[in-house]
Each structure stands twice: as structure tokens, then as C-alpha cells.
């Protein structure tokens, strides 16, 4: 059983470009979420996949985008990039209608927006 | 909306001692999951232990044990024998019951070190 994978595991933007973070679920999970950890924070919640169609949105712009695959993994994508978006993203699979628990997360990528 | 809170930025333990790390939420629901997350320097966020709010015993995991109050929406992890291992930052989180998969809602943390 394989578990979450995400790529890069760093990167370095420049304010203003658009970037794109890759994260591949757990074998047999079909749910994907994606959490942004600001530096000294807990991860907060940006949106969810199912289906591959957004399935729930935390407080963030709609210049964070996503898309979920018909293999389960999903990509986000954020445009105009600011420098508070420097943060860890992380992403968590599951399954649906799974009840308790049940995430799995990878172990990040490390946005540093300059 | 939902809040978490963890009040202790910082704690320390000595090997083999027992901790305790405080949680406290804010919440109208009366269904809901609480959880402990371990985040070690690997940023992999880790599931310790979760409680079902229906259930009045307090989750038992090996050497991780909590108690749940939930009259006064407090949510505390014991750590016993604490081990080198077990530093790391340690997240409470919150999840509003639901049919399909709600998003977790997490405090801000608390940073665990263990002394030799």
C-alpha cells in the first residue's frame, strides 16, 4: 500500500509567476485535500476533491485553483503568487464517506515565494 | 465556525515522564471527531489518536491516552513514557460530523521537546 506523494518537495517563486504542486493518493483512496501550513501555524483547509469536481473550499481566493485525475491524484495550482503564500502545502487522500479519520497525508511541499 | 485551540506554544518532558497537552474547541455541533496529530521535522503530518464525540471513553493508544470533556470542549493528550521519538509538534484538530468528508480544522500547535 503505497502512500501520499508529493512534488517538489521545495520550490522557489518569484511574486507574481504561477505554480503548480502535484500530490498522488493513496492507493484505493478517491478523496484528495489540500491544507496550507504558514510558518508557525496549523494546516488550514483550502479544498477538497472527489470525482474530480471540487467537493468543499476553505477562506481562500479563487487564484488557488485545483484538479483531481481520473487516477485519484490532483494537482493545485495558484496564480499571481504573493509572498504570503509562502507556506508548506500539504495534501491528504481518503475515502469518501469514510467517517473517522481516515487521511493519509504526504509529507509536503515548501513554497517560498520571493 | 468551528475553532481550536491549543494554548501552550512549548512544552518539555524528561524521558520516561508523562505529559499532558491541552486542547480546547469551539463548537454548536453535537456530533463531531476530535484528533492529536504528530508533525515531525519530516513535515508528514502523523494521526496519533482520534475520539468520536458520541463515545464518553476516552481513546486509548498504546501509550497515548486523552481526555475528553465534552461539556467544556476540551480535548487533552497524555503522552506516558515519553520517548525521544516522540518530539515533534503536535496538533489538535477538529471535524465536523457529516456524511462525506469534512475538512479538518486544526490549532495552531504545540511543540513537544524530550529531554535525555
Known amino acids: 500500500e503505497t502512500g501520499v506523494t508529493q512534488s517538489p518537495t521545495h520550490l522557489i517563486k518569484t511574486r507574481g509567476q504561477q505554480v503548480t504542486l502535484r500530490c498522488s493518493s493513496q492507493s484505493g483512496h478517491n478523496t484528495v485535500s489540500w491544507y496550507q501550513q504558514a510558518l508557525g501555524q496549523g494546516p488550514q483547509f483550502i479544498f477538497q476533491?472527489?470525482?474530480?469536481?471540487?467537493?468543499g473550499r476553505g477562506n481562500f481566493p479563487p487564484r488557488f485553483s485545483g484538479l483531481q485525475f481520473p487516477n485519484y491524484s490532483s494537482e493545485l495550482n495558484v496564480n499571481a503568487l504573493e509572498l504570503d503564500d509562502s507556506a508548506l502545502y500539504l495534501c491528504?487522500?481518503?475515502?469518501?464517506?469514510?467517517?473517522?479519520?481516515?487521511?493519509?497525508f504526504g509529507s509536503g511541499t515548501r513554497l517560498t515565494v520571493v | 465556525a468551528q475553532t481550536v485551540t491549543q494554548s501552550q506554544p512549548e512544552m518539555s518532558v524528561q524521558e520516561a515522564e508523562t505529559v499532558t497537552l491541552s486542547c480546547t474547541y469551539d463548537t454548536s455541533e453535537s456530533d463531531y471527531y476530535l484528533f492529536w496529530y504528530k508533525q515531525p521535522p519530516s513535515r508528514q503530518m502523523i494521526l496519533v489518536i482520534r475520539q468520536e464525540a458520541y463515545k464518553q471513553q476516552n481513546a486509548t493508544e498504546n501509550r497515548f491516552s486523552v481526555n475528553f470533556q465534552k461539556a467544556a470542549k476540551s480535548f487533552s493528550l497524555k503522552i506516558s513514557d515519553s520517548q525521544l521519538g516522540d518530539a515533534a509538534m503536535y496538533f489538535c484538530a477538529y471535524r465536523r460530523y457529516n456524511s462525506g468528508n469534512t475538512p479538518l480544522v486544526f490549532g495552531k500547535g504545540t511543540r513537544l521537546s524530550v529531554i535525555a
Open positions: 476533491y472527489y470525482r474530480e469536481e471540487e467537493n
Open positions: 491528504a487522500s481518503s475515502e469518501m464517506n469514510r467517517g473517522l479519520g481516515g487521511y493519509t
